[in-house]
T-cell receptor, first 113, second 115 residues
Framework: AQSVTQLGSHVSVSEGALVLLRCNYS??????LFWYVQYPNQGLQLLLK??????LVKGINGFEAEFKKSETSFHLTKPSAHMSDAAEYFC???????????FGSGTQLTVLP | GAGVSQSPSNKVTEKGKDVELRCDPISGHTALYWYRQSLGQGLEFLIY????????KSGLPSDRFSAERTGGSVSTLTIQRTQQEDSAVYLC?????????????FGSGTQLSVL
């Protein structure tokens, strides 16, 4: 069975600072990995996804994530936080062609002025 | 429509009543998912439909929960004899196919409150 662990349910950064949201997964087969974002009062939307084409994946709004098989991690980063990045971020894993997409418990990002 | 539509957006009900939540997926999307989002929790998988295949019901928490998808489009999630622990946001998502890497499009959810 697959699972996802997001370290830190709340993360606060100053505007302009590095954003690092951590995600570790477990999967018995090579997985597809995703980051979804939920802005206030909006539905979840895809930020980026890993499909084995490249270990460093670039997404929307300047975010990127690196797949590290040896560490079973898929951490999300952004070099410089913007106020508009304040949202809840969810990491998700789907092993191969499995039907279920398993989500982590989410990390609420706060950006301080 | 342009996106996944869910109705109602908010539902308040009394303990013991039955509720029906509706999801209209994006036209042409063959895969449809229901998730539940509780405060402080992640998204809990409930059920998955793919075309004419038998649904994956492995995430339904009890036999009070059921879902159907008529004509491969609209889906209804039914909760019978609601309990307070059923209070959550119920999210529906759809996608073009289910081969692993496809993007899910989510609706805005139904906020269910059981008093």
């Amino acid at each position: 069975a697959q699972s996802v662990t997001q370290l830190g349910s709340h993360v606060s950064v100053s505007e302009g600072a590095l954003v690092l949201l951590r995600c570790n997964y477990s999967s018995s087969v090579p997985p597809y990995l995703f980051w979804y974002v939920q802005y206030p009062n909006q539905g979840l939307q895809l930020l980026l996804k890993y499909t084995s084409a490249a270990t460093l994946v670039k997404g929307i709004n300047g975010f990127e994530a690196e797949f590290k098989k040896s560490e079973t991690s898929f951490h999300l980063t952004k070099p410089s936080a913007h106020m508009s990045d304040a949202a809840e971020y969810f990491c998700a894993v789907r092993p191969g062609s499995a039907r279920q997409l398993t989500f982590g418990s989410g990390t609420q990002l706060t950006v301080l002025p | 429509g342009a996106g996944v539509s869910q109705s109602p957006s908010n539902k308040v009900t009394e303990k013991g009543k039955d509720v029906e939540l509706r999801c209209d997926p994006i036209s042409g999307h063959t895969a449809l998912y229901w998730y539940r989002q509780s405060l402080g929790q992640g998204l809990e998988f409930l059920i998955y439909f793919q075309g004419n295949s038998a649904p994956d019901k492995s995430g339904l928490p009890s036999d009070r929960f059921s879902a159907e998808r008529t004509g491969g489009s609209v889906s209804t999630l039914t909760i019978q004899r609601t309990q307070q622990e059923d209070s959550a946001v119920y999210l529906c998502a759809s996608s073009l196919a289910s081969q692993g890497s496809e993007k899910l499009f989510f609706g805005s959810g139904t906020q269910l409150s059981v008093l």
